[in-house]
């Protein structure tokens, strides 16, 4: 049977959530609300995750209706009874999780625990400071479980492939920022020489906040050129941001194509044993290697 975290599929997880660590109790009660409550593979435990998605989605939205202010005028009971109804739920199944595992304080001090501890603790502190209820958002990282619950493996791949891409070309796009800071200084300064505090330019800080702007494409507008100068440095701005949006995206393409043509070429051919030159001893040559790279002799 798969358990959450598993990697079976040949997928890594994203987020370890591996019940397996928490302890899995005998036969009895607490072995049945165990299957019920971490096991996603069977029908009762599929139920349980479905339902518990749908609660939180519900709760995440009462809690959105509730900032409306004619909602939270006209209806502040029916929503308040509604939230504290999906609190009492919640806490009813934190104290089940760690009532049915063998190793409670494992699964508390862990990623869900904490998630799912977060969940319920808004609602207590607002008795105490009015407005925290706010921070009942953070219940939408516990859909997370979504990835178990549905078996998304491929899609959790995907994030495990993208993660290694940023991880792999981090330095090539920090070279690139570093770039992108030296011209937002560079023209910034220049707009602030070009256009002067009586345009709104009334420090480099703030033209380099105006450089940013125009670099990006955003144009708030609260801050324009006025002179022949200036716009035509900000149109120059403009089209220069349209090149430079694309460069961190083909950077991260880029790596994401190397390791999809590094899995592949893994797939296409075998593994085979690390072999050493029986002449010289030396280890570590390539898989399809007919020399000893140290010593030139004939591999086997």
Not at 257 to 262: F, G, I, K, V
């Amino acid at each position: 049977m798969t358990h959450e975290g598993d990697d079976s599929d040949g997928a890594p997880p994203y987020v370890s959530q591996s019940p397996a660590e928490y302890g899995k109790p005998p036969a009895g009660l607490r072995r049945r609300m165990y299957d019920v409550i971490f096991e996603a593979d069977t029908p009762a435990g599929r139920r349980f995750d479905i339902a518990l998605v749908l609660a939180i989605l519900f709760s995440i939205l009462v809690v959105v209706l509730d900032s409306v202010p004619w909602l939270h005028r006209d209806h502040a009971a029916l929503l308040n009874g509604l939230e504290w109804g999906f609190t009492a739920l919640f806490t009813a199944e934190y104290a089940a999780r760690i009532a049915c595992v063998q190793r409670p304080w494992r699964y508390a001090t862990g990623f869900y625990g904490v998630i799912d501890l977060l969940a319920v603790l808004p609602s207590y502190f607002s008795l105490l400071m009015p407005g925290t209820e706010l921070l009942l958002d953070i219940r939408i990282l516990r859909l997370l479980r979504v990835f178990r619950i549905f078996k998304l493996t491929l899609y959790i791949e995907e994030y495990t492939r993208l993660g290694e891409a940023l991880s792999a070309s981090r330095r090539k796009i920090l070279v690139f920022l570093s770039v992108v800071l030296m011209a937002i200084l560079i023209l910034g300064t220049i707009m602030y020489v070009v256009e002067g505090p009586k345009n709104g330019y009334t420090s480099i800080p703030v033209a380099m906040y105006w450089a940013t702007v125009t670099m990006t494409t955003v144009g708030y507008g609260d801050i324009t050129p006025h002179t022949n100068l200036g716009k035509a440095i900000a149109s120059f701005m403009m089209l220069l941001g349209w090149g430079i949006l694309a460069v961190p995206t083909g950077i991260v393409t880029a790596e994401l194509s190397a390791h999809r043509n590094d899995r592949r070429r893994g797939a296409a051919r075998p593994a085979r044993p690390a072999r050493a030159c029986a002449a010289c001893g030396s280890t570590g040559h390539e898989a399809d290697a007919r020399f000893c790279k140290d010593c030139g002799a004939a591999l086997s």
